[in-house]
């Protein structure tokens, strides 16, 4: 990487500062200018906080007793969960009669501390903490992957401060988190790969295997729904921290297996004997429907487009992003490209193949927020390969439209909790304040027809034509990676990712 594309270290804490005076301006900036009624802690939040008030009031997981005695209502002052209905408390009855809550455990621990010093107040103030790291992270990993400071800068703007992962900063939910530990996990692999290509190692290279071990052995705790991508991390780890040239040695095996391996097997033996402790076996991911690859044909484009829970719907600067997914694998040699495209495609497919995949009550695009971090890396790349000036003022077009419809989001918060109907609340708001029938913009995948698919195809048509519009023309050549297989050669520059 050029010495041009770092910032000197103090800037660091600072973009760590800024963003979490962002968020929590736009947290608080709802009380100030919101239209009223606000809509705070719902959906599966005062759940996960019920299971940390059980943790550290009784010290047990059985969530029984809390509902009966309404210990939610400090921070959820209306019904939640009959006493007399498991699935309404979204809990299931344990091999010993207790009654223990169907959500991922990792949160609600990571949560305690904040809750014993300052209630549910200071595990927002926590949780955005948790958004600004994970903000800092999306920043580093497009400055991993691209050599000029101005893109890296421009792609973590256009992540970090826009839908989702602005609606999602002081949300009491796993999404961060998770979004969290997926980035280190692949900074880790982009780190561990150009160690391994350049026959660099050391202390580095087993620092780097420990951050991904960790990653991959948290993710699972924080939700069953992260397996696939704790899975695509583990294969990236072992292909490029055990395998790199087809087969282990004996000292990188005894160098790097240890921190690759051990937090992993360590953190899963613990939630198997957890599950099998209070339910006698593992939970399956049933809360989202039916599983099933008919749901693709849904769920792909619904993820993307749908006029409720959709992407592009709610933050269309991600346009960008997808322009940019083909320049990975030009700019990323081998592992590298593959890692995150592998991320990508594999837990996108699997939320996908849910009947649910929309993720119920929620903030928009939540089942896509651990994830979308990593779209940080086509749009630096896709800012630094074409540099024509159409092409920028599209980006901050789209840039400036994303802020609107989340500044329109901070103005009326209701609008961002839609229930699966294929009505849009921010779509009827619009068509109510401009005297227009906006409804019938974006099509809905809810329950999608002929037509949806007609505007599906128009529409692909359309982004398509307008891609190779603002791209045809004379561009600047992406940076050769210096990250190449010993096989090519001797390598003088310095490595793309830092070690």
Known sequence: ?????????????????????????????????????????????????????????????????????KDYQAFYPYHLGDARSPEDMHAVYGRNGGLYSKHGLGLPLALLPAMRLGGHGLAIVFMMGIAATLSLQTYLLARDVTERRLPALAAWVAVAFTSPLLLYADQIYPEIPGALLTVIGVRAVLRGAGASTLGEGGESHRGAALHLGVAVGLLPWLHLRYIPLAAALAVAGLAVFLLPAGRPTSERLRRLAPPLLGPPGIAGMALLLLNWRLFGGTLTVDEYGALGVQNLLAGLPGLLVDRQFGLLVYAPIYLVALYGLPLIRRRLPGRQGGTIMGALGLYVLFIAAFSEWYGAYSPPSRMLVPVVPLLVVPLA?????????????????????????????????????????????????????????????????IHPTAGTYIWLGVAALLTWALGRALTAERHRPLARSTLRHRSAGPVERRPLVRT
Request: glycine share 6%.
């Open 1 to 69: 990487m050029r010495r041009g594309a770092r910032l000197p270290f103090p800037w660091l804490p600072l973009l760590w500062a800024l963003s979490w005076a962002v968020y929590a301006l736009y947290f608080q900036g709802q009380w100030v200018y919101g239209a009223r009624p606000i809509v705070h802690i719902t959906g599966d939040e005062p759940h996960y906080l019920v299971i940390a008030t059980s943790l550290m009031r009784d010290g047990d997981l059985d969530v029984l007793n809390n509902y009966r005695q």
């Open 381 to 445: 790349l896709a800012l630094e390969r074409w540099t024509a000036l159409r092409f920028r003022l599209v980006f901050i077009a789209l840039l400036f439209l994303s802020w609107s419809v989340a500044r329109l989001l901070l103005d009326v918060p209701r609008l961002r909790y839609n229930q699966p109907t294929g009505r849009s609340e921010l779509l009827g708001y619009l068509s109510a304040v401009w005297g227009r029938d906006l409804t019938g913009l974006f099509p809905s995948f």
